[in-house]
């Protein structure tokens, strides 16, 4: 009888702690606009509110809430009960501004969509995003912020200062680097100076590590990288003004004298030429196994590879023929 009693004590001690877990912190998670339930899920599992996105699912369908969940910025406890996190999604999340901030915008386009919100001003959130004293205290080692501004949906509120709202992109940032145990700063930096790259270049969504690759190739060949976002690039930041609209590119626009100018220089540009996204980050850290030493865009998004600069040359009159 008492191992009887026992057991059911501890069987409620359990459910307990289950329903109502230890405080293990909290955390802020915004909710985009029309986000699956599973998009959901793996947000909460990636903030680390919930154990298991598939358990979430599970509990979310018992509920019969799958419709319910509304978008919004939310501050859930980590790791807590499906049950409470559910109805916490019912409820609804502060009203603050939801912004969608896409993968490839340099800073100065961030500070755009930021600003047209009413959420920074924009000269001054330019200002903090190339300030270096600034940027030491935050804890980065580089002259300029693009790159490292995380393109993701967000949540702000319009009285945020504009320091706290470049925190918060940080943060994110931080967070999605973290699950790839990339900790050393030199390495960091790489990675992400040539996944900006690769976010301008890629198109179609499984050419991203072959292009990672190709770019990795010349590198260790010590060929220039001949990308045209590195020239686009160069060009806009000397001159916003003249070369915002240009999409194509001259034979003297690729003499353009700029150290971000990978036709004329060696090696990885100063830093990174915009906000590249995940996938193009996982194309550096997971490159494909290839030896092409080259690519020319066919025109539908597609690319060709070449291993030799022959080869190359007559993809380039073929496509280029056909454009």
């Known amino acids: 009888m008492k191992r009887t009693a026992l057991a059911i004590l501890i069987l409620i001690i359990i459910i307990l702690v289950w329903l109502q877990p230890i405080n293990l912190g909290s955390t802020e998670v915004t909710i985009p606009d029309g986000a699956t339930a599973r998009e959901i899920a793996e947000n909460l599992a990636l903030h680390r509110v919930v154990r298991d996105k598939e358990e979430f699912i599970l509990w979310l369908r018992i509920s019969g809430k799958e419709k319910d969940l509304k978008s919004g910025s939310y501050v859930l406890q980590k790791y807590k009960n499906p049950l409470y996190i559910i109805n916490k999604l019912s409820e609804g999340g502060r009203s603050d501004i939801v912004v969608t901030i896409p993968e490839g915008l340099t800073l100065y386009g961030i500070a755009d969509i930021l600003g047209s919100h009413g959420i920074v001003n924009r000269d001054s959130f330019i200002s903090l995003c190339t300030n270096k004293v600034f940027i030491k205290k935050l804890g980065f080692r580089v002259s300029s912020l693009e790159g490292y501004l995380f393109p993701d949906t967000y949540s702000f509120s319009p009285a945020q200062a504009d320091s706290h709202v470049i925190v918060q992109l940080l943060d994110n940032f931080e967070r999605h680097l973290e699950k790839y145990e990339v900790r050393n700063v030199d390495s960091v930096f790489k990675i992400i100076t040539l996944a900006s790259l690769i976010e301008k270049e890629a198109r179609i969504e499984e050419e991203r590590s072959i292009i990672a690759k190709v770019f990795m190739n010349r590198l260790k060949t010590n060929r220039p990288l001949e990308s045209c976002a590195t020239v ?48 193009s980050i996982r194309a550096v850290i997971h490159p494909a196994d290839v030896d092409y030493l080259y690519f020319v865009a066919k025109g539908d998004g597609h690319h060709h590879f070449s291993k030799t600069f022959r080869e190359h040359i007559a993809a380039k009159e073929k496509y280029n023929a056909e454009k």
Do not use: V, W
């Not at 001159?239 to 609209?245: A, C, G, I, S, V």
């Not at 690729?254 to 990885?268: D, M, Q």
């Open 232 to 279: 686009f690039y160069a060009l806009r930041i000397a001159n916003p003004e003249k070369y915002q609209k240009k999409t194509k590119l001259t034979k003297r626009d690729l003499k353009f004298e700029s150290h971000y100018n990978t036709y004329i220089h060696t090696g990885l540009p100063p830093g990174p030429i915009c906000s590249p996204g995940e996938n």
